[in-house]
């Protein structure tokens, strides 16, 4: 399979090699919270990718009904642990996105650190998840990462993280799939020197002639 193993991620966390961790939830996630953007407390939202689990942590500590996705057993452990010092409840699930699947359709997905950590390949098939996770009029909080690079120039590959460039994005979640919002969206500066682009788009009712798998 094309990019990044369970493996890979596993060593980073053993190590706490996590130059993409800022220690705390990303300051767009309580944006979105203090201006009432992920609505009311008690909706389903899941956060795939959810590392050490800040996001998860803030989303449950405001009374939502979390659940955290990682693919790696080290990820899932420190999202535990922060929960359960902070007496918090949160399902956090060691599980492949690719595979995984909700009891029930979700009201949101915060999708931050697993676009940009999956291998190319592998977006169409996310993308759809994502489609099937989320309700009719769910909504999809996503930050963009970032970070062309040189080699991009050459038709090369490189990441994690892997650059999101909006027309790439846009056709991985077209419409009529998915509603966008106008551009420009503002852009949320990372420690890293990178940049990621916040937006919102509203999952919508698949048309019968529509592909999703």
Do not use: N
């Not at 767009?28 to 959810?50: E, K, M, N, T």
């Not at 996770?133 to 090369?156: D, H, I, K, N, Y």
Request: proline share 10%.
């Amino acid at each position: 399979m094309a990019g990044p193993t369970v493996d890979f991620w596993e060593q980073r966390f053993a190590s706490g090699s996590l130059p993409w961790d800022r220690g705390e939830p990303s300051p767009q996630l309580l944006a979105w919270l203090a201006d009432g953007s992920l609505g009311a407390a008690g909706r389903r939202i899941a956060v795939p990718g959810c590392g050490a689990g800040h996001e998860v942590v803030a989303l449950a500590r405001a009374g939502f009904d979390v659940t955290g996705l990682d693919y790696a057993p080290g990820a899932v452990s420190m999202a535990r642990e922060q929960l359960a010092a902070r007496c918090l409840a949160a399902e956090v699930v060691q599980a492949d996105v690719l595979q995984w699947q909700p009891a029930a359709p979700l009201d949101s997905v915060y999708e931050q650190t697993c676009l940009c950590a999956l291998h190319p390949d592998q977006w169409v098939a996310y993308a759809q998840q994502l489609h099937r996770w989320l309700r009719p009029g769910g909504s999809l909080f996503a930050l963009l990462m970032q970070v062309p690079r040189e080699g991009a120039s050459q038709g090369r590959i490189e990441g994690p993280p892997y650059h999101l460039d909006i027309h790439a994005v846009r056709a991985l979640f077209p419409e009529p799939l998915w509603r966008w919002p106008a551009p420009p969206y503002p852009g949320v500066p990372h420690r890293q020197g990178w940049v990621e682009l916040a937006v919102q788009l509203e999952r919508c009712k698949a048309p019968a002639s529509t592909p999703l798998a």
